[in-house]
């Protein structure tokens, strides 16, 4: 009984912003072209991003920015579903590329070449396989959880395109976001006026550090998630780099030798290199059941 009423109250409370009566166009055909488009322009960015430097960045946000500045700001007459469906086929260019770089590299590492058809084919079966999964999993996960996962994400998607869609003020807002972002970074990066990474080492905490990462992608993630969630991310990095690192230190200004996987000793590393002896005690205690499973 206490599911049935949690369920009636979850569905209560999740109100869906085009309601099911309503008529609006959604799969249309520069929907989908624009979608297609951007998902080439991010799935080819993100695939040189993650092989170059090991990491992607989101889609979804961006793609959901550029389908509203065309369909709302060039054409004047896009909906907010046609919206929802060019940025959703823009992320998942991002997304296909993320599986396909993360994962089909160990293969070349083993000396095992995999045809160009195998990784499409595989690729397109990933994505069918993910939205096969999706389709009984959004009633869990969107309705019944509504209002208790955050999806910071997709909310920031969903706001873009609410935003976009009823225009005026909120629309002006969106866009003088992203321009003063624009403009902040290139000032930052591009004319060098600050760093974009300062770091401050204590001399009164030996192997502890303070540092900040200045960009505003991270100042609205930050708002997105809201500051308790906020909060848990700067405890980890406080316990991280004022207390683990100059733990690490300490204990290893008495051992001059270096420890694996480290090549110097512990009190040469720089305050960011106790991370390299954390991953190599968590490889160490996970190498058992990895042998196993090999």
Not at 91 to 104: D, K, W
Not at 216 to 233: D, E, F, H, N, Q
Request: net charge neutral; aromatic share 8%.
């Amino acid at each position: 009984m206490a599911e049935i009423k949690n369920e009636t109250i979850a569905k209560v409370q999740h109100q869906p912003y085009i309601k099911s009566h309503e008529t609006v166009a959604e799969f249309t055909a520069r929907a989908i072209i624009l979608g297609s488009i951007l998902a080439i322009v991010f799935g080819v960015a993100n695939a040189y991003l993650g092989l170059k430097v090991g990491m992607t960045v989101s889609a979804s946000i961006p793609a959901a920015v550029i389908s509203m500045a065309i369909l709302r700001g060039i054409l004047k007459n896009g909906t907010v579903l046609e919206n929802n469906i060019s940025q959703t086929i823009g992320s998942s260019g991002e997304s296909l590329a993320a599986g396909v770089i993360f994962t089909i590299p160990a293969f070349l590492i083993l000396q095992m070449v995999i045809p160009s058809w195998k990784i499409i084919v595989i690729s397109l079966l990933g994505g069918f396989l993910g939205i096969l999964f999706m389709i009984p999993l959004r009633k869990y996960l969107i309705i019944r959880e509504h209002g208790k996962l955050p999806f910071p994400e997709g909310t920031a998607c969903a706001e873009i395109l609410v935003a976009g869609d009823e225009g005026g003020s909120k629309a002006k807002t969106v866009f003088a976001g992203v321009g003063i972002a624009g403009l902040y970074k290139f000032l930052m990066s591009g004319l060098k006026l600050w760093k974009e990474n300062p770091v401050y080492n204590p001399s009164f905490l030996k192997g502890g550090t303070i540092s900040l990462d200045a960009t505003p992608a991270l100042l609205g993630v930050g708002y997105i998630i809201g500051p308790r969630i906020s909060s848990y991310m700067f405890a980890g990095a406080v316990l991280g780099y004022l207390g683990l690192a100059p733990l690490i230190y300490f204990i290893g200004s008495f051992v001059n030798l270096p420890v694996p996987p480290a090549d110097v000793p512990i009190s040469q590393l720089s305050p960011g290199g106790s991370e390299i002896i954390i991953s190599g005690i968590l490889e160490q205690e996970l190498s058992p059941s990895v042998g196993l499973s090999v």
